[in-house]
């Protein structure tokens, strides 16, 4: 039986849970195997700090970067992480062309974590979030970059979880049975 990093090996995958440890603990497997693999290293980040996303989840050697949206790093700085910071965290437009600079200027391979799309969607309306995702989506898959992307599911509505889970080839669920759903399986 293959593991969970197996079947999510160059997916766009949607990581369903909350707080859950067990997957921050699979999102910090998916961005170390990413840095391991010399793919660069980039963490959407709402409301955290840049230091926060990748203290001790990627390699310091790997290229890391960091979309702040909505955060100021304060008199933070590291030398071996780009930050770039989107204010406002309903700037889809702002933060949409950041991120298109950052996948269009990176060169190799890439491995996007977007935490969280349940803050994204304080900010903006689903129908909104769907639109921009859906071209996010479209640029990674092109750029043959690897995402997944955190959603608590309990924040949102059944037909929400849904129009976003149906923009992603895989779907993480380590509270249900089975744990991991890719499109396509059989």
Not at 26 to 41: D, F, H, K, M, Y
Request: a negative charge; charged letters at 25%; proline letters at 3%.
């Amino acid at each position: 039986m293959q593991s969970v990093i197996d079947r999510l090996d160059g997916v766009t995958t949607l990581l369903l849970c909350g707080s859950c440890a067990r997957t921050d603990e699979l999102c910090g497997r998916l961005l170390a195997e990413g840095g391991a693999a010399g793919r660069t290293v980039l963490w959407v980040s709402f409301g955290q700090s840049p230091s926060e996303c990748l203290d001790d989840t990627v390699a310091a050697d790997a290229d890391r970067a960091v979309l702040a949206v909505g955060t100021t790093p304060a008199g933070e700085r590291d030398d071996d992480v780009t930050v770039e910071v989107i204010s406002t965290p309903s700037d889809l437009a702002a933060l949409g062309i950041k991120l298109s600079q950052f996948i269009a200027e990176t060169d190799g391979e890439l491995t996007v974590c977007f935490d969280s799309l349940t803050e994204l969607l304080g900010h903006v309306a689903v129908e909104t979030a769907y639109e921009f995702l859906h071209t996010v989506t479209r640029q990674c898959y092109l750029a043959d970059a690897r995402a997944h992307f955190h959603l608590d599911p309990a924040a949102h509505d059944a037909q929400a979880v849904a129009s976003i889970t149906s923009l992603c080839d895989a779907r993480v669920d380590l509270d249900s049975t089975p744990p991991v759903r890719v499109r396509n399986d059989r």
